[in-house]
């Protein structure tokens, strides 16, 4: 008995001293520290922890029991699926710039609206921070219904997508979509980290009324700035139905069958933490073949095989900037204000099946600008060019897109995009109108083998919701344009010059979606001669940009 009693004795003072120990830790924890204080070297992470919010904030003024049902029905982000994206650990060392990343790593998850990655309390005597990691999710059980209809074609979707099954992240679709090109079956599963390991898989299966399509992919990417390596492998089949427009009217069909392969290896070479180098090597198998059908009234393309081997060179500047109102709004948009830039030169082998030796030359250079506080610039390039046999084929590739924000809710984005094509394949022909450009015309209005696309645009940002689902924008737009080129099929003599329209809109902001959508819903006039399209005309189309 004396025993016992001694046993308990000692356990009861142990924990006490371990609940002093712990009390007087704490004491000397804050949660008042400023930017300089987490300078210091040496700093070590002691705790994370962790903080998930449900797709509503109920709250707010106006939730009623849609909220409150969705919240309920939702199965938020689990903790371990949200650790499994962090670049840190307990014990590791504190790097801002890996919060950071973290933080927008999360952000470009489908299935988060937001995320934070803070220190939440700062340990001088032990030299120790506590970090915690907030996120917000979006809603992604998504009965998917999507609508389009614009220059007298409609287009629309219905099935269900899950973008965060059973809270893990991975994503499940099953859908019915019709478009201007075919009708089909879609199903999809993909997982963007299996078991915190990094590594990624998708395999998506379609039978469309044009044949049968898919893919399977397993790659590890360059998940994060600091990633030594990658490698990936993706085989893939597709075959649609190919239509040739004249002024948006169809005048030839064919089929077009494309198989795929490519693998690579990717490393990172030696670099600073803020300017990132690599190195990629792969191997591409591509094959495409046509057939004729009952509709189809023109010679078809001849069949191509560019299988080839390549080498690749990337270039990547860590300058990332949290801005709004850039390409969505009332949101945080990562921007890269560094240099980004590849280059991929691949050599065409006929031992892969290629109909001829030969070289391909990719290349790539992107970069934003910050020339006010209140004045953004975004740029790129792109560059493709293709030597075989007798064919020299380029495509010289430039977008602009100049931002003035006027204040928190009104900007003014001025868009140029000009493409020039030569000896373009006949099935990758450049359209223009509706979604390619020049949103007052028909998708599919004129074809060649250049493109140029001119947009001014005012933008107005409003505080209104609707029913805590969706934001609300305005749109005033003039566009200018005109494809050129391309050897024409059928009779063209309306409307073969510059065109011009103009319209106005309204956006609506899928807020809470895992999908991000904003549907555009636009009344828009064209300027033309040509007497079947209207004067004033609707147009809804659902996009990820304003």
């Not at 099935?159 to 991975?170: P, V």
């Not at 924008?473 to 510059?498: C, L, P, V």
């Not at 902001?509 to 006039?525: A, F, P």
Request: glycine share 8%; aromatic share 12%; proline share 2%.
């Amino acid at each position: 008995m004396v025993l016992r009693s001694a046993l308990v004795i000692a356990v009861l003072l142990a924990g006490a001293l371990f609940n002093q120990a712990r009390a007087d830790t704490n004491a000397s924890c804050t949660t008042l520290f400023d930017e300089a204080d987490l300078q210091k070297t040496g700093l070590t992470i002691s705790a994370i922890q962790f903080e998930q919010q449900n797709v509503f904030d109920l709250s707010e003024p106006g939730t009623f029991w849609l909220h409150r049902f969705a919240n309920y029905s939702h199965i938020i982000s689990k903790e371990e699926t949200i650790a499994n994206d962090l670049l840190f650990t307990p014990q590791s060392s504190l790097d801002l710039a890996e919060l950071a990343e973290t933080e927008r790593l999360l952000r470009g998850r489908s299935y988060i609206r937001d995320a934070d990655v803070s220190v939440s309390r700062y340990c001088p005597e032990t030299n120790t921070v506590e970090v915690l990691v907030k996120t917000w999710d979006n809603w992604s059980l998504l009965p998917k219904i999507d609508f389009s209809s614009e220059g007298g074609s409609t287009e629309y979707s219905i099935g269900i997508a899950e973008d965060n099954l059973l809270g893990t992240g991975n994503q499940l679709q099953l859908d019915y979509a019709k478009d201007a090109e075919r009708t089909g079956y879609l199903f999809s599963f993909a997982s963007p980290n299996i078991l915190g390991s990094h590594w990624q898989a998708l395999s998506r299966y379609a039978n469309n009324s044009d044949g049968e399509s898919y893919q399977f992919n397993i790659q590890r990417p360059f998940y994060r700035l600091s990633s030594p390596w990658a490698i990936s492998v993706d085989i893939s089949k597709d075959k649609q139905q190919i239509n040739d427009y004249v002024l948006g009217e169809k005048v030839n069909e064919y089929d077009r069958t494309q198989h795929g392969f490519t693998s690579f290896l990717g490393w990172r070479l030696a670099g600073d933490s803020k300017r990132i180098h690599r190195l990629n090597g792969g191997i591409t198998l591509e094959d495409v073949s046509f057939a004729a059908n009952i509709d189809t009234l023109f010679d078809i393309p001849t069949e191509r095989n560019l299988s080839r081997v390549w080498l690749e060179y990337q270039l990547l500047e860590d300058q990332y900037r949290k801005l709004y109102n850039i390409n969505q709004f009332n949101r945080v948009e990562d921007i890269n204000l560094g240099w980004q830039a590849y280059v991929r030169l691949g050599h065409l082998q006929k031992a892969l099946g290629a109909d001829n030796s030969g070289w391909q030359l990719d290349a790539s250079i992107e970069k934003a600008w910050s020339l006010q506080s209140d004045l953004w610039l975004l740029a790129s390039f792109r560059y493709h060019g293709l030597r075989q046999a007798e064919l020299r084929q380029q495509l010289l590739s430039t977008h602009w897109q100049l931002v003035y924000q006027l204040n928190r809710q009104s900007s003014v984005v001025g868009i140029l995009d000009l493409q020039r094509g030569k000896d373009l394949f006949e099935d990758e022909a450049l359209y223009l109108g509706g979604d390619t450009g020049l949103r007052p015309f028909p998708l599919f209005y004129q074809r060649g083998d250049s493109r140029m696309v001119a947009t001014a645009e005012y933008r107005y940002y409003t505080d209104w919701n609707i029913l805590h689902i969706f934001d609300v924008g305005f749109a005033g737009f003039a566009d200018a344009g005109r494809s050129w080129g391309a050897e024409q099929r059928g009779e063209n003599e309306i409307d073969d010059s510059i065109l011009y329209g103009v319209g106005v809109g309204v956006r609506l902001l899928s807020t809470h979606s895992s999908r991000g959508t904003m549907v555009h819903i636009d009344l828009t006039r064209p300027v033309s001669n040509n007497p079947e399209l209207g004067n004033w005309q609707w147009r809804v189309t659902a996009k990820r940009r304003f």
